[in-house]
């Protein structure tokens, strides 16, 4: 069985003010247009080939360049201040935020069901 080369990655902005699909590369490509390489990872778009119509024809950053709409495709890119915090700091973080929306709840829940810790 094929091994898919590329997967649909969200929307983006061509610097025309065009809105084109982009593609994350699931293995290192060439773009079609100037043959530089794509590698695993990259995002990169596609135009029709002329033929058939179908979007096979791979454009790299450098060829079509395009901004993505920020929300979280931009999220899932950024580093924080260029470093990635430590899992230990994630997690701690993450259990505040969810306590602090939960925590309410979580305490009223308790009270009707008459639990003293609650």
Do not use: Q
Not at 1 to 17: I, L, N, T, Y
């Amino acid at each position: 069985m094929a091994r898919p080369h590329s997967e649909k990655a969200g929307e983006a902005v061509c610097d025309s003010g065009e809105r084109t699909a982009l593609y994350r590369a699931l293995r290192e490509l060439y773009c079609s247009r100037c043959g530089k390489i794509i590698r695993e990872g990259d995002l990169f778009t596609r135009e029709s080939e002329p033929s058939s119509g179908l979007p096979l024809v791979r454009r790299c950053r450098e060829c079509v360049p395009f901004k993505t709409g920020g929300g979280l495709l931009d999220a899932l890119f950024a580093k924080d201040g260029g470093e990635e915090a430590s899992p230990d700091a994630t997690a701690g973080s993450v259990n505040e935020k969810v306590l602090s929306r939960l925590g309410p709840a979580l305490a009223a829940s308790r009270k009707r069901r008459g639990d003293p810790s609650g």
